[in-house]
């Protein structure tokens, strides 16, 4: 096992077109999470998963965000309608019902120009 | 005001040195604090996890967290050029999401 792996690595697009990240975690990891982070700043909590069950989500994710996790495996985050400010670092995150197991990806760097 | 205050730096110091990084939070609910290393470009790396107020100690490296004071620091010894990064503290309170700072870049000049 590799560690979270993170695709794409870096994605440019433009306002207003769709885009979809993916999160792979460490296999044996049941808690997935989602975090933003902007340069200068730390990440910025998104959303978090238990299996397939997204139990907590941040006054960050819009609408326009959609996380989901199916069969509790790989996560998927599709921002829709992307807007300049979505340009960001996307994190994702997992560990196994341990915070000293909590391990990050490499992240997506997403542009919208 | 942010929940969590980091100095952003840049802190520059030579090979050799102690490294002294530390941050301030105004929640009373966190009960875990961590550090995180972070290369440029790369996710952030967990350095150190503790729980109770006190220090810590991991080969080069010392977490000190001050509940009281609502004060957490990180040191680290005989610093390398490696050492090189941005170092994030990272707290939680219930639940499960982590409140970073906002990172100290730190420079190891050889």
């Known amino acids: 096992d590799t560690g979270v792996s993170q695709n794409p690595r870096h994605k440019i697009t433009k306002r207003g077109q769709n885009v979809t990240f993916r999160c792979d975690p460490i296999?044996?990891?049941?808690?997935l999470y989602w975090y933003r982070q902007t340069l200068g700043q730390g990440p910025e909590f998104l959303t978090y998963?238990?299996?397939?069950?997204?139990?907590?989500k941040s006054r960050l994710l819009s609408d326009r965000f959609s996380a989901e996790r199916p069969k509790g495996s790989f996560s998927t985050l599709e921002i829709q309608r992307t807007e300049q400010g979505d340009s960001a670092m996307y994190l994702c995150?997992?560990?196994?019902?341990?915070?000293?197991?909590?391990?990050f990806g490499s992240g997506t760097r997403l542009t919208v120009v | 005001q942010k929940e969590v205050e980091q100095d952003p730096g840049p802190l520059s110091v030579p090979e050799g040195a102690i490294v002294s990084l530390n941050c301030t939070y105004s929640?009373?609910?966190?009960?875990?604090f961590m550090w995180y290393r972070q290369y440029s470009r790369k996710g952030p790396e967990l350095l150190m996890y503790?729980?109770?107020?006190g220090n810590k100690e991991d080969g080069r490296f010392t977490a000190q967290v001050d509940k009281s004071s609502k004060y957490i620091s990180l040191f680290i010894r005989d610093s390398q050029p490696s050492d090189s990064a941005t170092y994030l503290c990272?707290?939680?309170?219930?639940?499960?999401?982590?409140?970073f700072g906002g990172g100290t870049r730190v420079l190891v000049k050889p």
């Open positions: 995150a997992s560990s196994f019902d341990s915070l000293e197991g909590y391990t």
């Open positions: 503790t729980y109770s107020s």
């Open positions: 998963f238990q299996n397939e069950a997204q139990l907590e």
């Open positions: 929640n009373s609910a966190f009960q875990y």
């Open positions: 296999s044996e990891h049941n808690r």
């Open positions: 990272a707290l939680q309170a219930a639940g499960n999401k982590l409140t």
